[in-house]
């Protein structure tokens, strides 16, 4: 099945700064990449996805890369503010059959002022 | 207002006492979900439903049991609760699973098995 390992766990920045956290999974035949946020308290929420017929994808100050050939996946989040604070989650699934996500063990985004 | 809920939100309970998490959606979705989140661990699925009637296992279904009578309910059920199952769950939804729609998660139900 696949394996999604997930890098840094926590991550602490300060505002303004860039921060990027990295995936790498094993199943070459995955093709859809989304990354959730965790606030405190509670349920992941989708903040972007990427599909693997696309190499980058952004909305406004949050994008993702994703490198087939050497599968993984990035989330970059530029000009991070305070409420950019929370558990991140990337996952990934092939389309094709599969009914489940396999998720990332999360990373601990921490902006600082 | 479009969502998916939990309730409880928090119960303590005692090894082998049988309980019951609730989830309910009201966006008419398909698919629904169980995932327990656990430090260092990500989330990871128990079980899920494609369909009313449509159940099948995920990573880790030992000692859980679902049913999908209506398509807007998916209680977890736990016969015989142990320590560790004492774990953050949470239930998802979406149109037509995980492949092509996002999932909404609930809120979370905070589970200590003592």
């Known amino acids: 099945g696949e394996n999604v390992e997930q890098h840094p766990s926590t991550l602490s920045v300060q505002e303004g700064d860039s921060a990027v956290i990295k995936c790498t999974y094993s199943d070459s035949a995955s093709n859809y990449f989304p990354w959730y946020k965790q606030e405190l308290g509670k349920g992941p929420q989708l903040i972007i996805d990427i599909r693997s017929n696309v190499g980058e994808k952004k909305d406004q100050r949050i994008a993702v890369t994703l490198n087939k050939t050497a599968k993984h996946f990035s989330l970059h989040i530029t000009e991070t503010q305070p409420e950019d604070s929370a558990v991140y989650f990337c996952a990934a699934i092939y389309t094709g059959t599969a009914s489940k996500l396999t998720f990332g063990t999360g990373t601990r985004l921490q902006v600082t002022l | 207002e479009a969502q998916v809920t939990q309730n409880p939100r928090y119960l303590i309970t005692v090894t082998g006492k049988k309980l019951t998490v609730t989830c309910s959606q009201n966006m008419n979705h398909e698919y629904m979900s169980w995932y327990r989140q656990d430090p260092g661990l990500g989330l990871r699925q128990i079980y899920y439903s494609m369909n009313v009637e449509v159940t099948d296992k995920g990573d880790v279904p030992e000692g859980y049991k679902v049913s999908r009578k209506e398509k807007r309910n998916f209680p977890l059920i736990l016969e015989s609760p142990s320590p560790n199952q004492t774990s953050l769950y949470f239930c998802?939804?979406?149109?037509?699973?995980?492949?092509?729609?996002?999932?909404?998660f609930g809120p979370g139900t905070r589970l200590t098995v003592l």
């Open positions: 998802a939804s979406s149109f037509s699973g995980p492949r092509a729609d996002t999932q909404y």
